[in-house]
């Protein structure tokens, strides 16, 4: 039965995920945390940091990670095929269509409204973050962080995967250095 769940959550964030990974996100949440609880909100975010470091699409990593997690190789499989899946046949069977029908004032509106969409969900779910960052680190160090990555993404011009790569590296470090200073107080 987790084959088949892991198929069918994949394969929904697939299909609706219009508009490519940032869409698809949101979707991969609503799935893996909301509906089947395979993860928290908290081992999400790592995911998504994680995927985010790595090149390539960002729903296909996340699925296979996150089918890895829950099912192994096999999982992997599932739920990266189940990510894919849909594009695949929506390119077969639509794109040829849209191609010949863009210039419809019906199609072409319809292709508009969905930026619109997509940019809801992906503030629906960065408002979600920030109010779990605002319970665990504060609003100030929050706003902080903020302010640090709006310089350093827009104005230094620095890729995401660098910062978040080294966001990661420190965090690591500082939980090595808090579980070397509980062991110390321990022996102490």
């Given amino acids: ?16 995920g219009y ?6 996100i949101p979707l991969v949440h609503k799935e893996v945390v909301e509906r089947y609880k395979w993860h928290t909100d908290e081992e999400f975010t790592d995911i998504l940091a994680l995927a985010n470091t790595l090149p390539g699409p960002i729903a296909t990593k996340m699925a296979g990670y996150i089918g890895y997690r829950l099912a192994g190789f096999n999982g992997l499989m599932i739920a990266t095929l189940a990510t894919v899946l849909p594009t695949v046949i929506a390119m077969i069977l639509l794109l040829g269509a849209v191609a010949n ?14 930026g619109p969409v997509v940019g809801v969900m992906l503030i629906v779910m960065t408002y979600d973050m920030l109010k779990k960052d605002w319970k665990t680190q504060g609003i100030l160090i929050t706003l902080l962080l903020i302010a640090a990555n709006l310089v350093v993404l827009q104005w230094l011009n620095i890729h995401p995967g660098i910062v978040i790569g080294v966001l990661i590296l420190y965090a690591l470090l500082k939980r090595d250095k808090e579980a070397g200073e509980g062991k110390a107080r321990e022996t102490a």
């Fill in 1 to 16: 039965m987790l084959y088949v769940d892991i198929f069918v959550a994949f394969f929904r964030s697939g299909l609706l």
């Fill in 19 to 24: 508009g490519g990974g940032p869409s698809a």
């Fill in 101 to 114: 029908l863009k210039d419809m004032p019906r199609v072409s509106g319809a292709i508009a409204a969905v």
